[in-house]
């Protein structure tokens, strides 16, 4: 077999050359395939120079070089084979160059998941950047969710596994140099994640490898910064809203309310309205996760939990007494804390806040069913009717009183 010459050095110098894609019937299509016979030519310098051109002509090669794959000259069907990731990895290049150099967003970009980034993250220049850095470190992921979405999970849990491996190590065993935190890259975990979020990703089982990804520090602080981390905000969202399962929601809310990210709350919310909490525990760190960051807005979510007697564990009372947590006790302290009450009032003698944690739902139960049917009581007699707070009386300060005036003795 002829050997092929490597295009590093051409790839690195050539991206301005790239050109946009052309119609299949066009003369540039035509040249396309005809440069695809020649790289089976007894010529050496006809293979090469058909090669390069096909590189350079990027997307417009793809057609040809995917028909050269499987031509029965097999010096044809070997450099086809070898050049479409280099036509088609040029042709991204250029594309994602001269949407970094809009910076006005004048321009139309046939980018791939653009117009899905576009309608779920926005434009604005912190999503612009983020989409930028994204397609930059993995833009071969995006493009696969258009084109070959049958192996997108593959891809996917390929892709997260070995960034799991060089933060972790090998999770069969051994470590390849050492523990690394600082290996994250958070736009690359934003890609994966935006990718995850596709319908054409359809895992087999919980992604905990994914998981333990986003709550690393690297990723973290993107998150808490409110103004420059709007953009990675949005893709982790729209990674939950897609994806939000047991064990999603038992990971996300602990980062989540550590970091005080207070749109969690409404992502929560709406797992729980949605049904995709199917364990009593995770009911329950889910509504701990709203009453810890959410307001008033986020009652509703509770009222149907408020009738849920579903047993999630039990807890120590003292005295060797056992009482028990159900799913309606923790909507209801979560109901009476977003609703500006103490619950301790209310019956849950063991209620506790602590900054910048969830609130933990493990003894927001009752040791008794008796105990348990006056907090709901006095519950519904404090929504029927509300304590109202008495006006104190305006104080009126009282007069001034000064020395008695004395008349100056009048002359004789």
């Not at 980034?117 to 926005?122: N, Q, S």
Request: glycine letters at 6%; aromatic letters at 8%.
């Amino acid at each position: 077999m002829k050997t092929l010459l490597s295009f590093t050095l051409f790839l690195s110098t050539s991206v301005c050359l790239a050109a946009p894609p052309v119609a299949k019937d066009s003369p540039e299509s035509k040249k396309a395939h005809e440069l695809v016979l020649q790289l089976g030519s007894k010529k050496y310098r006809d293979r090469e120079k058909a090669a390069a051109e096909l590189i350079q002509m990027g997307r417009s090669a793809k057609d040809a070089l995917i028909a050269g794959k499987g031509h029965a000259d097999s010096e044809v069907s070997t450099r086809s084979q070898q050049l479409l990731p280099q036509a088609l990895a040029l042709d991204l290049m250029f594309r994602i160059d001269r949407f970094a150099k809009d910076t006005d967003g004048k321009l139309e970009h046939d980018l791939p998941m653009h117009k899905v980034y576009r309608a779920k993250i926005g434009t604005d220049e912190n999503a612009r950047k983020l989409f930028a850095e994204m397609l930059k470190v993995n833009g071969a992921l995006l493009e696969s969710v258009e084109e070959e979405p049958a192996k997108l999970t593959e891809r996917i849990q390929r892709r997260f596994q070995e960034m799991y491996q060089e933060m972790f190590g090998n999770q069969f065993g051994g470590f390849r140099g050492g523990y690394q935190p600082g290996a994250l890259n958070p736009n690359e975990l934003c890609c994966v994640l935006f990718a995850s979020a596709s319908s054409a990703y359809k895992p087999n089982q919980p992604d905990w490898m994914l998981s333990n990804l986003y709550t690393q520090p690297n990723f973290t602080n993107q998150l808490k910064d409110e103004k420059a981390g709007s953009a990675y905000r949005k893709v982790f969202f729209s990674y939950l809203d897609a994806r939000m399962d047991d064990n999603t929601i038992n990971q996300c809310v602990w980062m989540l309310t550590q970091h005080k990210i207070k749109e969690g709350a409404d992502i929560v919310a709406k797992a729980l309205k949605d049904g995709k909490a199917s364990q009593v525990y995770t009911k329950a760190n889910a509504m701990c996760c709203v009453g810890t960051l959410g307001s008033k807005s986020h009652l509703p979510v509770f009222e149907t939990l408020l009738k849920d007697d579903s047993a999630v564990q039990a807890f120590n009372v003292g005295g060797g007494q056992r009482g028990e947590i159900k799913v309606k006790d923790v909507a209801l302290a979560m109901t009476i804390y977003l609703s500006g009450k103490n619950p301790k009032d209310f019956g849950f003698t063991m209620w506790n806040v602590y900054p910048n944690q969830l609130i933990q739902y493990h003894q927001l139960g009752f040791g008794t069913p008796e105990l348990r049917a006056a907090a709901f009581k006095k519950w519904d007699e404090e929504v029927k009717n509300p304590t109202v707070k008495k006006e104190e009386p305006k104080k009126i300060d009282p007069p001034k009183v000064g020395p008695p005036k004395v008349d100056p003795p009048k002359g004789k």
